[in-house]
């Protein structure tokens, strides 16, 4: 397994890895862990576990009159399908969410700023909303994770030789 190797060189943070997952593996672990040892779930993420649970016609007409996104509430039922409604295999679901966001916010970092880890980055590591939000069974991690992955494929598309190709 590739070994991360974090230096200072001339102020700015350097990544000496070709795959930094582990450190965001580990940020989203310390995160989920210590949203399973502090807090059991509240208000509005019973209200995702009830809404993810209803059946049929029921959770089709609920998703049709709600203003929440829908793209959420249906991933979420099919985990509740695979893994259960049970506190920590849905912890789990929002730490994969929560994975591969922290994962996009930093390949958009780096197609902005190659070779190296902006500050921002790491302000953004250390910021309060990051570990509010990651761990609460919401949707909040997966539309920002959404926005950041079209936000990259945009930064793609304008800095492509061809212009018109609107894909990856």
Same mark, same amino acid.
């Given at each position: 397994?590739?070994? /991360?190797? +974090?230096?200072?060189?001339? %102020?700015?943070?350097?990544?000496? &890895?070709?795959?930094?997952? =582990?450190?965001?593996?580990?940020? &989203?672990? $310390?995160? @989920?862990?210590?949203?399973?040892? @502090?807090?059991?779930?509240?208000?509005?993420? +019973?209200?995702?576990?009830?809404?993810?649970?209803?059946?049929?016609?029921?959770?089709? %007409?609920?998703?049709? %009159?709600?203003?929440?996104?829908?793209? *959420?509430?249906?991933?979420?039922?099919?985990?509740?399908?695979?893994?259960?409604?049970?506190? $920590? !295999? /849905?912890?789990?679901?929002?730490? $994969?969410?929560?994975? +591969?966001?922290? &994962?996009?916010?930093?390949? @958009?970092?780096? #197609?902005? *700023?190659?070779?190296?880890?902006?500050? /921002?980055?790491?302000?953004?590591?250390?910021?309060?909303?990051?570990?509010?939000?990651?761990?609460?069974?919401? *949707?909040?991690? =997966?539309?920002? @994770? +959404?926005?950041?992955?079209?936000?990259?494929?945009?930064? %793609?598309?304008? !800095?492509? #030789?061809?212009? #018109?190709?609107?894909?990856?």
């Amino acid at each position: 397994m590739d070994e /991360l190797k +974090i230096e200072i060189v001339h %102020n700015w943070l350097v990544v000496k &890895s070709k795959s930094p997952f =582990l450190l965001f593996f580990l940020i &989203s672990a $310390i995160i @989920t862990v210590g949203a399973v040892l @502090t807090k059991s779930f509240w208000g509005d993420e +019973i209200f995702s576990i009830q809404f993810a649970t209803l059946t049929g016609q029921v959770f089709i %007409n609920a998703l049709a %009159n709600d203003y929440h996104p829908p793209f *959420y509430f249906i991933i979420l039922k099919l985990w509740i399908y695979a893994f259960g409604s049970g506190e $920590i !295999t /849905l912890r789990i679901f929002q730490f $994969i969410i929560g994975f +591969i966001f922290i &994962s996009s916010v930093y390949f @958009t970092f780096i #197609k902005i *700023y190659p070779k190296r880890i902006h500050p /921002l980055f790491i302000l953004f590591l250390f910021s309060g909303g990051l570990w509010l939000f990651i761990p609460m069974l919401r *949707y909040y991690s =997966l539309a920002a @994770t +959404i926005v950041l992955f079209s936000t990259f494929i945009f930064f %793609n598309w304008i !800095t492509s #030789k061809r212009k #018109k190709d609107f894909y990856f």
